[in-house]
Every structure is written in structure tokens, then in C-alpha cells.
């Protein structure tokens, strides 16, 4: 393989990266020979009557002297250096010089000599001057004149071609753009009836949902320019920088249209006017007014469409929102079932997967999943594959790939002694009972007592059986009190309470305060709300919660509060204790396999003991499954098969 020569910008960057060095340098030398000290002692200077004084007296040795000048130097006999100022109107000078022997040396003055040292000094200064500014501005910006440009990017099809092919599980939002599209393809087709394409579109939905992949399939659909550009791009610290960045990028896109702007994050420049402390000479709020002239200033006949995108538009000034701006707002939320499915077969058409896999159970595991996690989720799956050497993608990658996404990497790595394992175990034992006898509960999908990530020492992962987008009272207490059966099972075993059911804890108060403060699921308290959030315009987060209730009515609250967790744990209580033997198996189980499959949870459930299965592939010839002989071994006395520990590989007879 030949090596890439270097073009002409690389070869420019190679030489201008040691300029400032050798400006530098340059000085240092000129000032040194110039103006610097040297090891010599100082010469004596004196005066032109004591200069020839000693001259007569036999003590000067040298004399030598540049024509023009009026500055003489020299050497006494003694070998030490004078210097004098010499009267040249003087005409005995040369005759005493001759008549006492002293060598004369009389050089002739080069004119250049003094223009260079007085000049020399300036041009350096000027040139290291012209590297730094104005060579570097113009590599960062395209040049000192061009600081206000808009720094739109532009794509082609040529460079980045996306249609509504690679766009999957935003059908409504792919609806609602068509019309742009018919439009950008033929304006003429509405403006016939009087029609008027909206001038903006506003894109609103959580990150990663698809919102920039949209804008970028719309202008691949409709085969026009497409302009991309952040809001953080227009402010700068110079103040009018961003207005006059705003200004050019409309007059780019008229250059260029019909053709699409794209403007991503626009809440960086569009958050409410006067919030701030900066009040109207605020750079962003500038550069917001310059965007709302510019949008007055243009029509769709020109053919340009300004599309933004945002995760926040109630922080956004109603002035962007008003019609003749962004008369449209297209929602684009987290995929349903159906949609994640759709997502994942596009992204999957990039790997090889196996014949027998179904992404429908791959779906149906990543209820609240963006495009964006299932891109990354399908990404770690072949990564996987590829680091096992495998041929293609299997399910049990992909599930694996989906728990590291959702719950992070295992770390078996980490050590855990015995003793806290045991608890560990008999932790997760007790919210997989309770996740499988309660009624409204997600089915049990698998149990690990494997750590993973930064807070999960072990986890009991479930399965929705459908998208839910209401949840009833007797189902969200039934999730409370699974929650709590973590707590409950060590008070019931071990005998001690510890810090693991923390994160259980504070979900189930959160869930249990909602039921209360914000669903009106109390009978005490009634169909009400109390409390009211308050977010900041600028940090666009919750950051206090208006009480306007009384202090008798909050006591009421966290009396109501109390009673449901309190319900939730005697009933958690009730259950495991009936089931106790139940528990204590797959707690068991768990030491001795580390992961165990739901099916196995609902088989000990409903029958008391373990199941029987077949493997329908075989066993991986890992380290980890070579020490389980005393398993099989146990399996020939006792006739019950252990069941393998790959769910995916699992079936039940």
C-alpha cells in the first residue's frame, strides 16, 4: 500500500507550524549582536582632549573609525578598549596619529547598514504579528472578513444521500412532510390555488428520536440543498457576530434555493426574551431578533424552508412560534412496538444476522428506547459477534447487547464475597416472585446476580407484553410492591436490612408521592393536585416545586404517602412468606447459575420445583461451563436436568 503524499495545505501547515519558533529565534539573535552584553569589560570612554593627551603620551595603541561617524574606538597599549567622540574639524588629528604610531583603520560606511538595523527590528515584529492574527483567523474562519459568515454546512446528494427509507417508526411525522416535499419539488402546484407552504417547521421530540435524520430524508425526498447548522453556531462573544451570521445564512439559502435550512438545537438562540440579566444588548437575544426579521423578511415563493429542532419548546419565545415563522410543530416521540421493530431492521441491514432471529422479542425488550439507543443497541451486537469470532449475529447478542445498553456492561470482574452474594440473590429472588404472581406485573424476562454497570449488583429484567400509555391505580401499586420485595426478602432471610433496595426505595416513593401529589389517587386527599413545578428558563430543569397547599394539607400528604408504601410492604410481606420455600430455590438457583431465564421463575411458581429443559444448541466449550461436572453429575442421580443458563437457548418440554 502506497503512502498518501502530502497535498498542498499539509505541506503549507508543515512549514508556517516552526515560523513563530525561528521569529522568534530571529530577534533573540538580532537584539543579542545588536544591544546584548558580552563578556568583555565595559570600554572606557573619555574624551577627545584626553584622548590626544594620551596619544602623546604613548599609552593609545588602535584607532579605528567608520567614515561618517563621530564615534571612535580603540585599544590603550595596556590592551584595555576606550571609545571617544571625535572632533573631525580637528586636521591635526591624522598627523599626531601618524607621528606617534598609532595603527589607524578608517572604514568606509555602508549606507544599507543603518536603514537595516533600524528596520529589521520592525519587519520581524510585523511578520510574527501577521502569522498570529491574521494567518490563524484565517484558518479558523476563513479570514478576518468573513468572522460574520454564516457557518452553514452544506450536504448534497453527492455527499450525504438520506430518504425516508432509512427513516423508520415516525410514520405521522413522515405524513405530515410530504406536502413540503411535493412543495420543494413543485412550488407551482400550490401556489395555483393560493396555497402557502408553511416558511417554517418546527421539530419537537426527545434526543435521539430522529429529529435531524428526518429533516435530512426530507431534503433527500425532495432532492434539493440541504443546509445544516447548530444554534450554538451563531453566538459568539463578540456581540452582533451571531445577528450578522443569521443574515448570511438566509442569503446563502436564497442563493441556493429551493433548498432546506436546518437548524438544530434552536433553543440555544430561541429561549424567552427577558429572562436574562443581559436585557437587550444580550448577544443571543441579538442574534433571536435577527432570526425573526429574517423569517418576516422571506417567503416560500423563494423556495427556502427553515426546519428547526429542539427537545424544549416551552422555553422557547412565543414570537418564534406565532404563525408566518414556524406555523407547524411535528411531535416526534419514543417508537412504539411496532416502530422499534421497523428501526431495527433498518439498522440491522448493515451486519449479518442469523436466519432464526426474531427482532420482534428484541422490540418488545426496549419499551422507552430511542432510534438512537436501538442504532447503538444493533451496533454492540456485532461488536459482540465479532469479538467471539462468530460468523453472524445471533439473538443472544442481540440480548445481551440490549442489557449492556440498558443496565451497562457485566462486571464479573468485580469482586463479591459470599456472604453478599447470598443477599444479593436472595435480593433479587424476592422481586422475581413478586413480579411473577402479581397480577398486573411485566412478565419476568431474566434474573442476574452478575453486577453490571456503575449501581446494578443484580438485576431482574422484564418484558412488557404491549406499549402501556395509562397505568391504573391497582397496577402501579402492584409495582410498588415489587419494588419493596427486595427489602422484604432480606428482612425475611437474612434477618438484617442493607443499602441495596436504595434505588427500589426511591422509585417506589416516587411512584407512591405521584399517586398522591399529581394522579388524585388518594381517597383521602381526593381528585386533586398539589404542588406546582417551576423550571428555569435557562436551565430548563425542574428546580423547585411551588407548595400551595397548607402545612396541614402536607402533612395529610405524607401521612397518604406513608399508608400506600406501608400497604405495599405488609402485602410483599404476605406474599413471600407463602411462597418462602419458592424463593429460597431460586435464590439457590441463582448462586449456582448466576443468571436464570423468566421461564424458569414461572415453572418454580407454579410447580415448587426446577424444570427440565433441553438445549436446542450446544453449550458454548467456554471455561465458565467446564466447571459445572458436579452439575451433571448431580443431574444422573437425581434424573432433573440443571437448565442451561442461555435463555435464548431454553425450552421447555
Wanted: with cysteine.
Amino acid at each position: 500500500m502506497k503512502p498518501n503524499k502530502p497535498n498542498d495545505d499539509q505541506k503549507a501547515r508543515f512549514f508556517l507550524k516552526p515560523a513563530v519558533v525561528w521569529m522568534l529565534v530571529l530577534l533573540a539573535i538580532f537584539y543579542f549582536f545588536r544591544f546584548g552584553a558580552t563578556t568583555e569589560e565595559k570600554p572606557e570612554a573619555i574624551s577627545y582632549s584626553v584622548f590626544l593627551q594620551k596619544v602623546r603620551d604613548g599609552q593609545v595603541a588602535t584607532y579605528q573609525k567608520t567614515e561618517g561617524s563621530i564615534t571612535a574606538a580603540g585599544q590603550y597599549v595596556d590592551g584595555k578598549n576606550y571609545t571617544v567622540n571625535v572632533d573631525s574639524s580637528d586636521p591635526r588629528l591624522t598627523g599626531i596619529l601618524d607621528e606617534y604610531g598609532v595603527k589607524l583603520n578608517v572604514e568606509k560606511e555602508n549606507p544599507m547598514w543603518p536603514i537595516i538595523w533600524t528596520i529589521a527590528p520592525w519587519l520581524i515584529f510585523i511578520g510574527f504579528l501577521w502569522f498570529m492574527f491574521f494567518r490563524q483567523v484565517k484558518a479558523g474562519g476563513g479570514g478576518a472578513l468573513s468572522f460574520g459568515k454564516s457557518r452553514a454546512r452544506l450536504m448534497t446528494k453527492d455527499t450525504e444521500r438520506v430518504t425516508f427509507k432509512d427513516v423508520a417508526g415516525i410514520d405521522e411525522a413522515k405524513e405530515e412532510v410530504e406536502e413540503i416535499i411535493d412543495f420543494l419539488k413543485d412550488p407551482k402546484k400550490f401556489q395555483r390555488l393560493g396555497g402557502r407552504i408553511p416558511k417554517g417547521v418546527l421539530l419537537v421530540g426527545p434526543p435521539g428520536t430522529g429529529k435531524t435524520l428526518l429533516a435530512k430524508a426530507i431534503a433527500g425526498e425532495a432532492d434539493v440543498p440541504f443546509f445544516s447548522i447548530s444554534g450554538s453556531d451563531f453566538v459568539e462573544m463578540f456581540v452582533g457576530v451571531g445577528a450578522s451570521r443569521v443574515r448570511d445564512m438566509f442569503e446563502q439559502g436564497k442563493r441556493n434555493a429551493p433548498c432546506l435550512i436546518f437548524l438544530d438545537e434552536i433553543d440555544a438562540v430561541g429561549r424567552h426574551r427577558g429572562a436574562g440579566l443581559g436585557g437587550g444588548h444580550d448577544e443571543r437575544e441579538q442574534t433571536l431578533n435577527q432570526l425573526l426579521v429574517e423569517m418576516d423578511g422571506f417567503n416560500t415563493k423563494e423556495g427556502v424552508i427553515l426546519i428547526a429542532a429542539t427537545n424544549r419548546p416551552d422555553v422557547l419565545d412565543p414570537a418564534l412560534l406565532r404563525p408566518g415563522r414556524f406555523d407547524r410543530q411535528i411531535v416526534i416521540d419514543f417508537p412504539d412496538l411496532k416502530g422499534r421493530e421497523q428501526i431495527l431492521k433498518v439498522h440491522a441491514k448493515r451486519i449479518k444476522l442469523a436466519r432464526d432471529v426474531d427482532l420482534s422479542i428484541i422490540a418488545r425488550g426496549t419499551p422507552g428506547f430511542s432510534g438512537a439507543d436501538l442504532a447503538n443497541l444493533i451496533n454492540e451486537a456485532a461488536l459482540l459477534a465479532a469479538r467471539k469470532n462468530l460468523k453472524e449475529v445471533l439473538l443472544d447478542d442481540l440480548e445481551e447487547a440490549r442489557d449492556k445498553v440498558a443496565f451497562g456492561k457485566e462486571r464479573r470482574s468485580r469482586t463479591i464475597d459470599e456472604k453478599e452474594k447470598e443477599i444479593i440473590a436472595y435480593h433479587e429472588a424476592g422481586h422475581a416472585i413478586l413480579q411473577s404472581i402479581l397480577e398486573y406485573t411485566d412478565p419476568v424476562h431474566k434474573v442476574t446476580i452478575i453486577p453490571r454497570g456503575i449501581a446494578f449488583l443484580g438485576a431482574t429484567m422484564h418484558l412488557p407484553e404491549k406499549d402501556k400509555y395509562l397505568e391504573g391505580k391497582k397496577e402501579i401499586l402492584d409495582d410498588i410492591t415489587a419494588l419493596l420485595g427486595g427489602r422484604v426478602a432480606e428482612e425475611m432471610i437474612i434477618g438484617d436490612i442493607t443499602s441495596g433496595a436504595k434505588s427500589d426505595l426511591k422509585r417506589a416513593t416516587k411512584l407512591s408521592r405521584a399517586m398522591v401529589c399529581e394522579w388524585g389517587m388518594s381517597e383521602k386527599m381526593g381528585p386533586m393536585t398539589f404542588g406546582e413545578r417551576e423550571e428555569h428558563l435557562f436551565l430548563g430543569r425542574e428546580i423547585s416545586r411551588h407548595q400551595d397547599y397548607s402545612d396541614q394539607t402536607a402533612v395529610q400528604i405524607d401521612e397518604e404517602v406513608r399508608k400506600v408504601i406501608d400497604f405495599c410492604y405488609e402485602r410483599a410481606k404476605d406474599i413471600l412468606s407463602k411462597n418462602r420455600e419458592k424463593m429460597i430455590l431460586i435464590a439457590k438457583t441463582l448462586l449456582d447459575r448466576e443468571v436464570i431465564d423468566g421461564k424458569i421463575v414461572d415453572y418454580i411458581v407454579k410447580k415448587g420445583k426446577l424444570p427440565r429443559f433441553k438445549s436446542r444448541v450446544k453449550k458454548e466449550k467456554s471455561a465458565r461451563e467446564n466447571k459445572n461436572t458436579s452439575e451433571k453429575s448431580a443431574e444422573e442421580k437425581t434424573g432433573e436436568s440443571i437448565p442451561d443458563n442461555n435463555p435464548i437457548t431454553q425450552k421447555t418440554e
